[in-house]
């Protein structure tokens, strides 16, 4: 841990320190299942938790490690308030599917609630409100649309100018009865479960492609197969399309994360600014010790400026408003946000009804994950779900999502057509240890970066996803996408999809 108010060096998730993770062999043969799963976050593990339990045979991939990507760098909070929502899915679905919605979030909630008590896990469950608040006088008038949305909907809250949190606010409205917990010592426990039903789990396992046919297979990096009744493709972005055209409907944002102590005892409760920039406060138990977790700073995957300013930022508001003794951790992470704000759960296209996907969460994966891994599990197993209308893939509403749809191909354009005119002439001899340029080797566009000891990598900057051009991410030490949100290792290594295959190194001797 860190022992001042500096930020860490390196960006690490405090979910993941401390546990201890089951550790699985890579897939080196074709094996036949029942159900094939892609992603080892939580869509995926608690769908093969489910399945295994209705006796399939299950097998589970993923391209690293298990729990370490978007579900490892969460913010872990079991709600249904996320954020202003319920007024906006009213005015866009009507009554019916918000409903709908609400229903959907708390019977995830349910189902995490019941599974650690039946499984006795021991993961930090806590029962919180959740609130969310504005100190700006042109969002009260949306906290109030949204308590009006409540009343209508039948969800307990309550509109209050008093709440605990001292920041600068003028009003708030809670959610009752919600919750936070400890992500990763509930999911390991899970695939501990998953394990012992015979679920095979398999690491460092990239899957390519599927092909479709009645019985379809998984393909790997390395040509293995894995052949199956049904796919579920759990890989946060769909590393399958199916011709489902998900990069056109949907866009990537990264948000940050402090974990800090302060002299302050936390009030309680989990908070989130309506207006933006995004600022959301909940606490966690470390070693005993109360932290503040202080999250927020939202923007598109590989735009904007130097990400390392917005840790920046989250540090300042910290210190203004909680006081900072320490910061003791500090990581980001990456969502995606669809047409209509609502995930798309489902088939992947009407024509696939074998291949499922989820993706789409918009930073509330915790309880969305959840009902993604029930709906497929219930699917499959021939039971009837709610939810299967709302979530589907296959929806289109003309409002917003025809705006939506114009807005972000549109942005894609003009960062498509940008990175390839930028030009450059800055030189790799005037980098300093721990800094990156962008500039031209050979009349091509490179990426380069000096490490702390002064080793220099040099890569093409075009994403093998869709040919846009990637940019620096200070923050993290990657270099992100700014059109579709692939990530990439400063060696050019996939960190984060869509993009299948690495960035292509550049010999610079």
Known sequence: MAQSKELPQYPEPYWRDGIDFPHFSKLDEDIQVDV??????????????????????VALIDAGVILNGTTG????????????????????FGKEKAKLYYEAQMAAKSFIENTINDLEIDCDYEKQDAIVFTNSNDYIMQLENEKKAYDELGIE??????????????????MKDQ??????????????????????????????????????????????????????VASHYPFYDGLGFYPTRMYAERAYVLAIKSKKKYPGGMYITAEQ????????????????LVIGDNHKTGQGKSTIEHYEALRDYAENNIGIEEIVYRWSTQDLTTLDKVPYIGSITSEQDNIYVATGFRKWGMTNGTIAAKMFSEKIMGQDNPYGELFTPARFQPDPSLRKFASINADVAKHLIK????????????????????????????????????????????CTHMGCEVEWNSGERTWDCPCHGSRFSYTGEVVEGPAKRPLEQINID
């Open 36 to 57: 094939g799963i892609v992603g080892g976050g939580i869509v995926g593990i608690t769908a093969a938790y489910l399945l295994s339990k209705q006796n399939k045979k």
């Open 419 to 462: 990175g390839k005119l930028e030009f450059t002439e800055n030189n790799i001899r005037d980098l300093s240890a721990d800094e990156a340029t962008i500039t031209r080797i050979n009349g091509k566009r490179a990426g380069v970066y000096k490490d702390k000891d002064n080793k220099v990598y040099a890569l093409d900057t075009t």
């Open 179 to 232: 919750a936070q917990y400890h992500p990763l010592k509930y999911l390991t426990t899970l695939v501990e479960e998953s394990v012992k039903n015979g679920v095979q789990f398999y690491e460092n396992t990239t899957a390519v492609d599927i092909e479709y046919n009645k019985h379809p297979a998984i393909i790997t990096r390395d040509g293995k197969r894995i052949v199956s009744k049904y796919v579920l």
């Open 157 to 174: 809250g309550e509109i209050t100018d008093n709440i605990p949190l001292e920041v600068p606010y003028k009003k708030a409205l809670i």
């Open 73 to 92: 760098h969460t913010t872990a909070k079991i709600t249904a308030q996320h954020d202003l929502i319920y007024d906006e899915l009213i005015q866009h």
């Open 277 to 292: 920039p995004t600022r959301s406060i909940r606490s966690v138990k470390i070693n005993g010790e109360e932290v503040w």
